[in-house]
C-alpha cells in the first residue's frame, strides 16, 4: 500500500526525477490510454441507476459502511485509537474504505471521512473528542470570526485526493467511489456552536438575531464546500454525497431560508463545471422536505426509513432518483426479515432511478452476517426475476 501511495503523490504533484527522451512520451502514451480505457468502460451500476437509466438491478450500498459494527475496523481502531489520524492518513483511509468492498462488495465504496475534515483547509480548526465529539475552541458567533474564514487550501486535504484515487485503483470499476461532504447548514451548526448539539440554541438564535452574520458563514462555507466536492470528482469520485444530516431540525419554511439556498449554490457552482457526476442529498428525519429537497437540483434525493417509499415516490414524481430506504434496526432481525422488508423497499421503488440503501447508517452491533445476507440478496433481486431469491 505504501508503494501505491507514493506512486499516486508522484501523478498528483509530480515527480521529482523527470522522465526524459522516450520514457516521458511512454508515460503519456500510457495516461492516454488510461484515459480511452476509461471512457470505453460502463459507468458503474451506482451511476446509471442515478442517471435512472434502464439497469438489470438497483444497486446497494450502505450509509456508515465501514465502521465500528465490522471487527476487522475496531481491531484496527485498536492499533490507531486517534479518529483525526484514522481520517487524514492516506494509508488508513483506504484501508478502511476497503474493508466492507472485501467483505461484502457493494456496488459503492465510500471514502472513511467526516463531514467536519474540510473545515480547518478554509480557517476552522477543531478537535475531536472521543467521549464529547468535535470541539472548536473558537466557534464563530460574531462578525469578528469571520475574520479567520480565507478560500479553502486543498493542498491541505491532499490525503482525500490520494485516498480517492486509490480507492478507483483498487475497485477499477466494478463499483462507484463514493465522495462526501456536509452541507452548509449541518456544518455551520458546530462552527456556531463549538460542539454537537440536540437543541441548536446558538445558531437558531442568531437567524433571528444576527441573520447577515449568518448569511455570510453560510455563504463562504457554501463555496469552500463547492471547490471541495468539485476536488473529490476530479481526484476519482463517481457520485458524491450531501449530507444535511440537521437540516430536519428546522421547520419547512426555515430549511428553505438557512439550508436549502446553500445546498443549491454548491450544485450549480459544481454543476457549471462536472455536469455528468450524481450529487445525492440526505437529509436525517426529512419527511417534510423532500419536495424541497427535490427542487435543490440533487440528482438524487436520499431518505430515511420514516418515509413510506411508494408514499416518497408518489410526492417526488417517477422521474426523480431517490436512495434508501430500509429500517437500519431490520438487520439485527432474522433473514426473512431483512429479505421482507429488502423487497418491499424494491417494489414501491420501482426498476429505475433507485438506489437501495438502508435509511441511515449501519448501527454498532449489527451483525455482520446479516450486513452480508442484504447485499446478497440485492444481487439476486433483479428486475427481470423481482422475486428470485
Not at 478537535?127 to 469578528?144: C, Q, T, V, Y
Amino acid at each position: 500500500m505504501a508503494q501505491a501511495v507514493a506512486g499516486l503523490r508522484a501523478a498528483f504533484h509530480g515527480s521529482t526525477a523527470p522522465f526524459k527522451g522516450s520514457r516521458q512520451q511512454n508515460a503519456r502514451q500510457q495516461c492516454r490510454l488510461a484515459v480511452v480505457a476509461q471512457a470505453q468502460q460502463q459507468d458503474p451500476l451506482m451511476v446509471r441507476a442515478a442517471r435512472g437509466e434502464a439497469i438489470e438491478r438497483a444497486p446497494c450500498w450502505m450509509m456508515r459502511q465501514a465502521g465500528r459494527y465490522q471487527k476487522v475496523y475496531r481491531d484496527l481502531a485498536l492499533k490507531h485509537p486517534s479518529f483525526r489520524e484514522r481520517s487524514e492518513n492516506t494509508d488508513l483511509i483506504v484501508e478502511i474504505s476497503l474493508q466492507p468492498w472485501n467483505s461484502f462488495k457493494p456496488d459503492g465504496v465510500i471514502i472513511f471521512s467526516d463531514i467536519l475534515t474540510p473545515l480547518p483547509a478554509f480557517g476552522i480548526p477543531f478537535e475531536i473528542d472521543d467521549d464529547k465529539g468535535p470541539l472548536l475552541d473558537a466557534p464563530i458567533r460574531s462578525m469578528d470570526g469571520l475574520k479567520a474564514l480565507h478560500p479553502i487550501d486543498l493542498q491541505q486535504l491532499s490525503f482525500v485526493g490520494e485516498s480517492l484515487g486509490l480507492l478507483k485503483q483498487e475497485v477499477g470499476g466494478q463499483a462507484a467511489v463514493l465522495g462526501f461532504v456536509g452541507c452548509p447548514w449541518t456544518l455551520a451548526t458546530y462552527v456556531v456552536e463549538g460542539k454537537s448539539s440536540s437543541i441548536y440554541k446558538n445558531i437558531k438564535t442568531m437567524m433571528f438575531n444576527a441573520p447577515q452574520l449568518l448569511d455570510s458563514l453560510l455563504s463562504h462555507i457554501a463555496d469552500q464546500i463547492a471547490e471541495y466536492v468539485k476536488y473529490q470528482i476530479d481526484s476519482g469520485a463517481d457520485c458524491v454525497m450531501m449530507f444535511d444530516s440537521w437540516g430536519g431540525q428546522l421547520p419547512p419554511q426555515l430549511w428553505d431560508r438557512w439550508s436549502r439556498p446553500y445546498i443549491e449554490r454548491i450544485v450549480r457552482q459544481v454543476k457549471a463545471t462536472h455536469p455528468n457526476t450524481p450529487l445525492t442529498l440526505y437529509a436525517n428525519g426529512s419527511g417534510g422536505l423532500l419536495e424541497r429537497m427535490a427542487g435543490t437540483g440533487a440528482d438524487v434525493i436520499g431518505l430515511d426509513w420514516t418515509v413510506d417509499m411508494a408514499d416518497a415516490r408518489a410526492r417526488l414524481g417517477p422521474n426523480q432518483a431517490v436512495q434508501g430506504n430500509v429500517d437500519p434496526v431490520v438487520l439485527f432481525g432474522s433473514q426473512a426479515a431483512i429479505e421482507e422488508a429488502v423487497k418491499d423497499c424494491l417494489t414501491k421503488a420501482g426498476q429505475r432511478g433507485h438506489v437501495l440503501n438502508l435509511g441511515h447508517g449501519v448501527l454498532v452491533g449489527t451483525p455482520e452476517e446479516n450486513v452480508a445476507y442484504m447485499f446478497d440478496l440485492s444481487k439476486k433481486l433483479t428486475y427481470k426475476q423481482p422475486a428470485a431469491v
